[in-house]
T-cell receptor
Framework: DAGITQSPRHKVTETGTPVTLRCHQT?????MYWYRQDPGHGLRLIHY???????DKGEVSDGYSVSRSKTEDFLLTLESATSSQTSVYFC??????????????FGPGTRLTVT | SQQGEEDPQALSIQEGENATMNCSYK?????LQWYRQNSGRGLVHLIL?????REKHSGRLRVTLDTSKKSSSLLITASRAADTASYFC?????????FGGGTRLMVKP
């Protein structure tokens, strides 16, 4: 898992409550990503970060915010969870592979259920 | 929307047979990557092919890329039950990857 952990691994929450998911890496990689995975949609990028306090939106960013105050931590927040945000969330880092091209390494995922 | 679309969506074969999965994309790429996901786990990088390459091999994996057709294929030879997983292609657009919906491969012993 390239030193990537996610917490919590499972969470059930009620509609309208705030939720924060944490991604932690141990190898000081610059780029970090949050994806959601839903049946029939593969992985879709929510937000990504290219450094401390540097973040940008992905394909499905509405309803989500992120923060990165330290290189090793990338937080994903659902300000007011909705049932449509029930999903499996994956964090990833980007690291150089052979000959300099970048490959992504994924955390184990967080299964979030919004009731 | 997804830039990479895998075909077929699901594939069931017998152990020892070859498995071929295809990926199509819409815009130009720097490279195309293939990932594997076992049930309930995160994705694992398998192989990367650059836009100026046509074929790459890694063990039992062979990837081809046809940029004129905007398509790639992943071939797994002599499949094993342990190859059962979902396989995703991902288009590299600089610092982001855009994933397709995946092919679910089942290899029956």
């Amino acid at each position: 898992d390239a030193g990537i952990t996610q917490s919590p691994r499972h969470k059930v929450t009620e509609t309208g409550t705030p939720v924060t998911l944490r991604c932690h890496q141990t190898e000081n990689h610059r780029y970090m990503y949050w994806y959601r995975q839903d049946p029939g949609h593969g992985l879709r990028l929510i937000h990504y970060s290219y450094g401390v306090k540097d973040t940008d939106k992905g394909e499905v960013s509405d309803g989500y915010s992120v923060s990165r105050s330290k290189t090793e931590d990338f937080l994903l927040t659902l300000e007011s969870a909705t049932s449509s945000q029930t999903s499996v969330y994956f964090c990833a880092i980007s690291a150089p592979g052979i000959r300099g091209s970048y490959e992504q390494y994924f955390g184990p995922g967080t299964r979030l259920t919004v009731t | 929307s997804q830039q990479g679309e895998e075909d077929p969506q699901a594939l069931s074969i017998q152990e020892g047979e070859n498995a071929t999965m295809n990926c199509s994309y819409k815009t130009s790429i720097n490279n195309l990557q293939w990932y594997r996901q076992n049930s309930g786990r995160g994705l694992v990088h398998l192989i990367l092919i650059r836009s100026n390459e046509r074929e790459k091999h890694s063990g039992r994996l062979r990837v081809t890329l046809d940029t004129s057709k905007k398509s790639s294929s992943l071939l797994i030879t002599a499949s094993r039950a342990a190859d059962t997983a979902s396989y995703f292609c991902a288009r590299d657009a600089g610092n982001m990857l855009t994933f397709g919906g995946g092919t679910r491969l089942m290899v029956k012993p």
